[in-house]
């Protein structure tokens, strides 16, 4: 496939406005799916299911299953949607979307079209300078989710080479609720700064109503980019075009940016911008062409004949509504007071998108310092190296863990970060790597003592310098301890007994 060419961003804005959308989807995380009593796979209690095993007849478009609606899903949606600004449908309805889905077994799927649950709302995001930006929310809208397909043969995974590919319906079915905006102009160079934000605001609003894990990598939230150039001056929109499934917040601000650089080079050149779905690659930072975007005629809308219309009472909204959690902002203000962090510090953390880590990592028993010290430091390189979000490599409860460690004398900082290294690689818990790896701190006075005699050995004018008053002379015998235990001595403890021979 030829590469395409790019025009440089800021040479690009300067003859082009840039205009977004996004659309996003949100597993809900039910105990079961959104019209069938099958476990739901985006509960994390089921998410290492083995494939085809939390299936029921509906899900597979068996003849005779007929669907039924899930309330808490119902329940979810409409707090999701109160949580945006929106106003409530009730009634709302189901429709039938025809398309070819080779992992949905009925080949429709169940979503909504020209009634959804929720809309004409806004939610205001945050951007890293504090500006903030307020996106128009056109609707929230439920529907199910398709099964997952596995292209095996080939050398990169997808369909395209693969000998044969493999079904999962354990996704089908799954409940989802699908965020789309109106379209957002006046991005200019923050286009892609904006995306990231966005994605990550809803990320924090879903996360604070508990209404999914958000698991960008799991495909618990995923983002389908929508961007189209227009010459400056210009009020007709251009053709737009929609990356799809990007899984990562990263990869939404690299992807946007490299579709206005890759639009605005094709259009500079006298070419058109062809309507159709791409691509992300992760690993090339590319986008490369799906297939041409249907419009909505295209996919035989009809109302849902199995569904009744959902009509939520005005009670059960305001009993909702009543619920809310703060808003991102408000709650971002109020941790920052809360934690006792600097703007700087708090901006940082904010911007890497790891803000829910941090809180969940204090409520799990971790002093807000130490948490940030953990997420935005050890955390946030290897995921840098791995091509990660932090988020993925470990649980918070799992760093608050390490910190106890820490706390308690069992570990220093650096043993510590060998324990995280193994961490992220799986070995287990904190305790059990420890034990595993023999990396506990070496406290036991008559260890400690017999490395201090072989250091002062080898170093006999130690003593007489501490006894002259050179107390930093008592680092070189630290120094040579810490070195012969691997790391392992209290540093603290080996002071405190090099100065008691001294004084002797």
């Not at 079915?173 to 994605?199: D, N, Q, S």
């Not at 818990?429 to 036991?444: F, K």
Request: net charge negative.
């Amino acid at each position: 496939m030829a590469k395409d060419t790019l025009m440089d961003f800021d040479a690009a804005l300067e003859l082009f406005e840039p205009v977004l959308g996004f659309e996003v989807h949100v597993e809900l995380n039910t105990k079961t799916k959104m019209f069938s009593a099958a476990a739901n796979p985006a509960n994390s209690e089921n998410h290492d299911a083995a494939p085809n095993t939390l299936i029921a007849p509906v899900d597979l478009g068996l003849p005779g299953s007929l669907p039924v609606v899930n309330e808490t899903a119902v329940r979810y949606s409409i707090s999701l949607g109160l949580a945006l600004g929106c106003s409530i449908a009730s009634p709302s309805r189901f429709a039938r979307k025809n398309y070819f889905y080779p992992d949905l077994g009925k080949n429709y799927q169940i979503s909504q079209y020209d009634e959804p649950i929720a809309f004409e709302g806004s939610v205001d995001v945050e951007l890293a300078d504090g500006t903030i930006v307020t996106v128009p929310i056109e609707r929230a809208h439920m529907e199910e989710d398709a099964g997952k397909l596995s292209h095996v043969g080939g050398a990169t995974g997808r369909i395209q080479g693969a000998e044969y590919s493999l079904v999962d319906y354990n996704r089908a079915g799954v409940p989802l609720v699908e965020i789309v905006t109106k379209p957002i102009f006046g991005a200019e160079h923050r286009a892609p700064e904006i995306a990231k934000a966005y994605v990550q605001t809803i990320r924090d609003i879903v996360l604070s109503l508990g209404i999914s894990e958000a698991r960008m990598e799991r495909g618990n939230l995923r983002c389908d980019a929508n961007v189209s150039l227009r010459p400056r001056g210009q009020e007709k929109l251009g053709t737009r075009t929609e990356t799809k499934n990007v899984n990562s917040m990263r990869s939404v601000e690299r992807a946007v940016r490299y579709e206005i650089q890759r639009q605005a080079a094709i259009l500079a050149a006298g070419g058109t911008i062809t309507q159709e779905t791409r691509h992300w690659h992760e690993d090339t930072g590319t986008t490369s062409p799906g297939r041409p975007k249907s419009d909505a005629d295209d996919y035989r809308y009809f109302p849902e004949p199995d569904l009744l219309p959902v009509a939520p009472s005005v009670e059960l909204i305001e009993e909702l509504r009543s619920a809310l959690p703060e808003p991102p902002a408000v709650r971002r203000r109020r941790l920052k007071t809360e934690w006792g962090f600097t703007d700087l510090e708090f901006q940082d953390a904010a911007n890497s998108g790891i803000l829910p880590e941090i809180e969940a990592t204090v409520a799990a028993g971790a002093s807000p310092a130490s948490a940030r010290k953990w997420w935005t430091g050890e955390l946030t390189r290897i995921a840098k190296v791995e091509g990660k979000e932090p988020a993925e490599l470990v649980e918070p409860a799992a760093v608050a863990e390490l910190q106890r460690l820490v706390d308690a004398g069992t570990l220093t900082d650096k043993l510590a970060r060998q324990v995280l290294e193994g961490m992220v690689a799986g070995e287990g818990t904190p305790q059990q790597i420890v034990d595993a790896r023999g990396l506990a701190v070496v406290s036991d006075d008559g260890a400690l003592i017999a490395a201090i005699d072989e250091a002062l050995a080898a170093q006999p004018d130690v003593l007489a310098k501490i006894r002259d008053g050179k107390v930093q002379a008592a680092g070189a015998v630290i120094g040579a301890v810490m070195k012969a235990m691997r790391g392992q001595a209290d540093a603290a403890r080996v002071r405190e007994l090099v100065l008691e021979r001294a004084a002797q």
